[in-house]
T-cell receptor
Framework: DADVTQTPRNRITKTGKRIMLECSQT?????MYWYRQDPGLGLRLIYY???????NKGEISDGYSVSRQAQAKFSLSLESAIPNQTALYFC????????????FGSGTRLTVV | GDSVTQMEGPVTLSEEAFLTINCTYT??????LFWYVQYPGEGLQLLLK?????DKGSNKGFEATYRKETTSFHLEKGSVQVSDSAVYFC??????????FGAGTTVTVRA
């Protein structure tokens, strides 16, 4: 099994729908992150969490919310999806500060029509 | 703030050609530097890293040297293969909570 698992891998949804992207990890890391990837823009941080009770907004949190259900699980929700949220979404984990780097999931490709 | 600038793509090469992707960073302090690779349809994987000045990271024939004097971490491979076609991301991470990524460079290797 992968260290960081994201579900679903692909999803097409309609404008205005609520959708949840899920992430689970077996690394035992406290820190978890959600990023979105857009062509030419690289990776942008949406939310991050240092532990179950510590959740923080990233650069582009508007329109998104998260839930850290357990150390191993970190979900991203789009409350009312819009087309410009069409992107590739990645979950990542880290054992500490930036020096440690990240372990990434395989991504969720989300299309909002 | 901390940032990473990497060579824009796309880059198209023939098999066995030499590949260089430039990466420079700005940072307060002494970050660790990373190259991640994203193969088609997959997530980002760590390709190599270096944690201090003059360190050389290497993996799968790729190399990059942490150059503090030029604040650079250029990625090189002497002879690329079709299987090296991917998007490559340079990143830095320090005492802060997160990594800073470059915009990514798409590399296509033709047989």
């Amino acid at each position: 099994d992968a260290d960081v698992t994201q579900t679903p891998r692909n999803r097409i949804t309609k404008t205005g729908k609520r959708i949840m992207l899920e992430c689970s990890q077996t690394k035992g890391h406290d820190r978890m992150y959600w990023y979105r990837q857009d062509p030419g823009l690289g990776l942008r941080l949406i939310y991050y969490s240092f532990d179950v009770k510590d959740i923080n907004k990233g650069e582009i949190s508007d329109g998104y919310s998260v839930s850290r259900q357990a150390q191993a699980k970190f979900s991203l929700s789009l409350e009312s999806a819009i087309p410009n949220q069409t992107a590739l979404y990645f979950c990542a984990t880290s054992e500490g500060q930036g020096h440690y780097g990240y372990t990434f999931g395989s991504g969720t490709r989300l299309t909002v029509v | 703030g901390d940032s990473v600038t990497q060579m824009e793509g796309p880059v198209t090469l023939s098999e066995e050609a030499f590949l260089t992707i430039n990466c420079t960073y700005t940072a307060t302090g002494y970050p660790s530097l990373f190259w991640y690779v994203q193969y088609p349809g997959e997530g980002l994987q760590l390709l190599l890293k270096a944690t201090k000045a003059d360190d050389k990271g290497s993996n799968k024939g790729f190399e990059a040297t942490y150059r503090k004097e030029t604040t650079s971490f250029h990625l090189e491979k002497g002879s690329v293969q079709v299987s090296d076609s991917a998007v490559y991301f340079c990143a830095q991470g320090g005492n802060d909570y997160k990594l800073s990524f470059g915009a990514g460079t798409t590399v296509t290797v033709r047989a």
